[in-house]
């Protein structure tokens, strides 16, 4: 997708090693939901290393990231917290969360808790404000996309705060060390198949629109309040 543009359109050209066959127990709709969030989503989980018997926090997750990120910490071991709006709770319980919060009643910093992960999906939070709610041994990490289609942001903004954020990761015992081996596209499609397959992993698919109605798709996912992914189809 970024090498040819990212545009929308009817047919793509890739490469064959970035495809992999759908499994027979999802649609085609759930199946193109997942290898661009579902990368992500292994990859932000990998940085936290073992999941198992661990208390993460999933800060938005109820996007098209946060959802699949919930199911495998889920499949992992984990327990998990997500935080979204309220329109998308029941979505990320019934995904397997062992509790949930909604952001715009209750700020998870304040909840008192410590967390052994905290994944800020939507970048809306400080690392500095973040590792007071870490155990010892804790980590952050931040996925850098939730306001990419939010109207107003300059390009470059960020920079400053991401270049400090890079630093860190240098010296703060909190960021992750990326000791870890990157696991190829293959690799990534293999185990996301994997899942499917076994039911472990189920993309939610909160709404799809015709090819023609892409502005109204962009507008609805710029609203931010639809819980799961939502689709276009040809």
Same mark, same amino acid.
């Given at each position: 997708m970024f090498a040819h543009g990212g545009t929308f359109a009817e047919y793509a050209a890739v490469p064959q090693d970035v495809l992999a066959h759908k499994p027979p127990n999802v649609t085609f709709e759930q199946a193109a939901a997942v290898p661009?969030? !579902?990368?992500? @989503?292994?990859?932000?989980? %990998?940085? !936290?290393? /073992?999941?198992?018997?661990?208390? =993460?926090l999933w800060n938005g997750a109820g996007g098209c990231l946060g959802s699949l990120a919930v199911q495998i910490a889920k499949a992992e071991g984990a327990r998990v917290t997500g935080v979204d709006c309220a329109e998308k709770l029941a979505m990320i319980r019934a995904l +397997? @969360? /062992? #509790? =949930?919060? *909604?952001? @715009?009643?209750? *700020?998870?910093? %304040?909840? !008192?808790?410590?967390? /052994?992960? =905290?994944? #800020?999906?939507t970048s809306t939070r400080k690392f500095k404000d973040c590792k007071r709610v870490l155990t010892p041994t804790g980590l952050f990490w931040h996925a850098g996309?939730?306001?990419?289609?939010?109207? +107003?942001r300059i390009l470059g903004s960020t920079f400053p705060h991401d270049m400090g954020f890079m630093v860190g990761l240098f010296f703060d015992r909190h960021l992750p060390r990326f000791?870890?081996?990157?696991p190829s596209k293959q690799d990534t499609l293999a185990a996301l198949r994997a899942l499917l397959e076994s039911g472990k992993l189920a993309p939610i698919i909160a709404k799809s629109f015709p090819l023609s109605e892409v502005l109204v798709a962009i507008r609805c996912l710029q609203e931010g309040r639809t819980p !799961?992914?939502?689709?276009i189809t040809p």
């Open positions: 661009t969030s !579902g990368y992500f @989503a292994l990859f932000c989980l %990998r940085l !936290g290393g /073992d999941l198992k018997g661990r208390h =993460v +397997g @969360a /062992d #509790d =949930v919060i *909604d952001y @715009a009643k209750e *700020d998870f910093l %304040r909840r !008192g808790e410590r967390y /052994d992960y =905290v994944l #800020d999906i996309h939730g306001q990419y289609c939010q109207s +107003g000791t870890f081996k990157f !799961g992914r939502i689709m």
